[in-house]
């Protein structure tokens, strides 16, 4: 297996450098230099440009691209680095977009509905772009180079619908007519999927192209197979890897790792160094404390830490940011036994299906607010210290046994199968809560299993929640459940006044099988998430502690991110501190103090003593007892992460 050696890694180094025309590509790059700067972080691999979003090359290429600037092979010389060092590289492409070649040849750019052009770089897979340009560059930075690796950029999140010759084309081959100019055509689901078929073939492309030039070579395309692309990885993607938001990615990197982490596919995420707002603030070294907090949720998870760094114009590097990565990787290293190969071992099931996904969203690779319900349904979870993963329709089936619960934001179109198993799932003693518009495309069946007599939607524009004394605002739509077998957990009011009497229902329990069905009659979480109000959140708490006996009892507040993961003899209890101390007005995200949580207390249901509980790493102390299947602990004190490691 290839990919053996990568997952062998923890953490790992990008060094991005998009080049121009008058970039003194290498100029100041020095093998011997590079690698001692490298030395002390001991990474697993690095990573370097071979050609950026401009098109130019960070080599002499002999297909078109070498800036005129370029002093030196960059390429080349970190190359050397590396195996000075002794450890892999990996070569970064620029794949979907490439402005130079897009300036040399218009034909192989997408176009829109009107015939223009998209953007300026962007270019289309069907073109005749990858067979003229892409391959034989690959080909020739494989005899150049051969790289470890490939990681490929600008591929799903530049996927736009294309009006190109080759694309209306190959449409109109296998549908009979022109592509649909608009989303309201009924051949639109099946234009979006045609293009979502030519990026998959595209990917495939490469990397068998790749593979057969050499079959121990990594591939990897940018944000491929994450959240925003939910389809069932490829056999020809060695690992899954994205680069999260350069602010400050706690929260991004847990939504897309505890999705990651059940795929069956070794995974990164990738960090910036520097902090800065796509496009506008300027990159700012980040405050190593503030790389802990998204490296210690990242490997938590399950993931490899990619750090990306940025080398100066010249190529070379600065002492003081590979100092900043050098305690990174004493961060990560004095914790390798707790990220060791290890798999998630949570009670919540949170349902990412790719058919809901596609149906509503935009049809391509959407990270709008097509996810929103999900990034509430995920925050609300992780405050609340649940033990939860991420799921696609077939992990879940998979596993559906293992889970307590399963949770259905805003999931309407699912598969058939899964419906079934769901139904069978809470006849025999599972929980299943659901919100809104989850499972519209089986009504009938939503009905039977939430007890319900009718359901109509969108009945309330908007509604209150009567919770603990006063009336919350769920602004979104409410759909009026009448209840047939379910009970009421909580009232809707389509009143302010706190005053006037609920009329109609919030949430609803349903006593099916020997299972409980709960339905949620708004997208809550979605309102979590846009809102960020934490009182919707205690109300999602209230109602989730209404059915799921949790097996984790956590006195923590809930900047708290828990994950427990499992290995043969022993379970890892994961605790990452997630609060600053700071103002959080304006592009407010440098975080430059972590206030330590004192006296972190927690019950764990546990069928088996322990015979010892250790911390990872030890700077801090913890008591215990077992008591009738009960682990209590205390952690004297939570500084940024550390591990519980729980021996049998
Ligand atoms: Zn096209």
């Known amino acids: 297996m290839r990919v053996e050696w990568y997952k062998k890694t923890l953490l790992n180094i990008h060094f991005d450098h998009h080049v121009g025309p008058n970039t003194p590509v290498g100029g100041g790059a020095d093998p011997d230099e590079i690698a001692s700067l490298i030395a002390p972080v001991k990474p697993g691999f ?39 060092l002794g450890v892999k590289f990996t070569v970064y492409y620029s794949g ?3 402005e130079y070649a897009a300036r040399e040849h218009p034909e192989w750019r997408r176009r829109n509905v009107e015939g223009g052009f998209i953007g300026e770089d962007v270019l289309c897979p069907n073109s005749g772009y990858v067979e003229s340009r892409v391959l034989p560059q690959l080909k020739e930075i494989i005899e150049k180079y051969n790289p470890d690796g490939f990681w490929f950029d600008g591929d799903c999140w530049s996927v736009a619908p294309c009006y190109c010759d080759s694309c209306r084309k190959m449409f109109m081959s296998i549908h009979g007519v022109e592509p ?35 079959p121990n070579c990594l591939f990897t395309s940018n944000w491929s197979f994450t ?47 520097q902090a800065f707002t796509w496009g506008n603030t300027t990159p700012y070294p980040k405050y190593p404390i503030h790389l802990f907090q998204e490296g210690a949720v990242i490997m938590a998870n399950g993931g490899k830490w990619f750090i990306w760094v940025n080398p100066l114009e010249d190529d070379s590097l600065q002492p003081s940011h590979m100092r900043t990565v050098a305690k990174c990787a004493d961060f990560a290293y004095t914790r390798a036994e707790a990220f060791e190969e290890s798999e998630p071992y949570h009670e919540v099931a949170l349902l990412h299906s790719a058919l809901n996904f596609y149906e509503t969203g935009n049809g391509l690779y959407d990270y709008g607010r ?26 879940l089936l998979a596993r559906l046994n293992s889970y307590k619960a399963v949770i259905l934001t805003e999931q309407s179109f699912i598969d058939e199968t899964t419906v079934e198993a769901l139904m069978e799932f809470t006849r025999g003693g599972g929980v299943l809560i659901a919100t809104g518009k989850s499972l519209v495309n089986n009504v009938d069946k939503a009905l039977e299993l939430f007890g319900l007599k009718h359901l109509e939607f969108n009945a309330i524009s908007r509604g209150w929640i009567p919770f603990r004394g006063e ?3 769920i602004n979104k739509p409410w759909h009026r459940p009448l209840l047939n077998e379910a009970v009421q957990i909580l009232p809707l009011s389509t009143s302010e006044k706190e005053a006037l009497d609920s009329e109609t229902t919030a949430a609803s329990m349903n006593k099916y099988g020997s ?11 979605g309102a979590y998430w846009f809102e960020q109000y934490p009182k919707i959140r205690e109300i999602i708490g209230f109602i989730l502690d209404h059915v799921v006996a949790k097996s984790l009892e956590l ?56 015979v010892e509980l250790r911390l990872i790493p030890p700077e801090s102390s913890i008591k215990w007892r077992y008591v009738s299947n009960i682990l209590e602990a205390e952690l004297e004190e939570l500084k940024i992460h550390s591990a519980v490691k729980i021996c049998f």
Not at 53 to 68: A, D, E, F, Q
Not at 516 to 523: G, K
Not at 561 to 571: G, I, N, Y
């Open 96 to 98: 979907l977009k490439d």
């Open 471 to 473: 009336k919350i605002l």
């Open 46 to 84: 690095i990573q370097y440009h071979s050609k950026g979003h401009p098109g130019w090359t960070n080599y002499p290429t002999s297909l078109g691209g070498t800036p005129p600037s370029l002093v030196k092979d960059a390429l080349a010389t970190y190359k050397k680095a590396s195996e000075k």
């Open 370 to 395: 097509v996810l929103d319900p999900l990034r509430g349904a995920h925050k609300a979870l992780q405050e609340l210290h649940y033990l939860f993963d991420i799921v696609d329709e077939k992990t």
């Open 180 to 214: 649909p100019k608009n989303p309201q055509d009924p051949l639109w689901k099946a234009w979006m999927a045609f293009h979502r078929k030519s990026f998959i073939n595209y990917l495939r492309k490469c990397a068998e192209f790749i593979h057969k030039l050499n």
């Open 227 to 273: 959240m925003r692309m939910p389809d069932e990885p490829l056999e020809f993607i060695d690992w899954v890897s994205a680069d999260i938001s350069p602010t400050h990615g706690p929260l991004q990197a847990s939504f897309e790792a505890r999705f990651l982490s059940t795929r069956g596919k070794p995974f990164d995420l990738m960090t910036a160094l």
């Open 555 to 610: 006195e923590a507040p809930p900047t708290v991110e828990v994950v427990l993961r499992r290995k043969s003899d022993s379970l890892l209890l994961h605790f990452c501190n997630l609060s600053v101390y700071k103002d959080l007005s304006g592009n407010s995200f440098y975080v430059e103090d972590i206030p330590p949580i004192k006296g972190l207390k927690f019950k764990l249901k546990l069928k088996k003593k322990p």
């Open 515 to 525: 299972g409980r069905a709960v339905y949620i009659a708004s997208d809550i979480f």
